[in-house]
């Protein structure tokens, strides 16, 4: 059974750090690209970053890009998201996707999610 296991969230000052983290397990873990969305109370799911299935290629949205570093270690069949300099309009429900694809994240092609982890920016 597949499974997408997110920890790390919670509450932060503004300008400070986080880094969730996602496991998985129930699938090739080397065929695909994973990433993270966020879906902010009021606003539409946004993609925040992808990686793929090698590592090679990274993407990041734009609100996010310069702040947010993903990443994978494949022996743990985990991602990270290292979220630095976080501002209240980073405050969102953060979830772990798993792609179809190898080297994309739109949200057409994922096709699972993680349960989410809140991220609340506030002093």
């Known amino acids: 059974q597949l499974r997408l296991v997110e920890s790390g969230g919670g509450l932060v000052q503004p300008g400070g750090s986080l880094r969730l983290s996602c496991t998985a397990s129930?699938?090739?873990?080397?065929?695909?690209?994973m990433g993270w969305f966020r879906q902010a109370p009021g606003k539409e799911r946004e993609g925040v970053a992808c990686i793929s299935n090698s590592g090679g290629d990274i993407m990041y949205g734009d609100s996010v890009n310069g702040r947010f570093t993903i990443s994978r270690d494949n022996a743990k069949k985990t991602i990270y998201l290292q979220m630095n300099n976080l501002n209240a309009e980073d405050t969102a429900v953060y979830y772990c996707?798993?792609?179809?694809?190898?080297?994309?994240?739109?949200?057409?092609?994922?096709?699972?999610w993680g349960q989410g982890t809140l991220v609340t920016v506030s002093s």
């Open positions: 996707v798993k792609s179809g694809a190898s080297r994309s994240c739109l949200e057409g092609y994922v096709d699972s």
């Open positions: 129930g699938f090739t873990w080397e065929y695909y690209a």
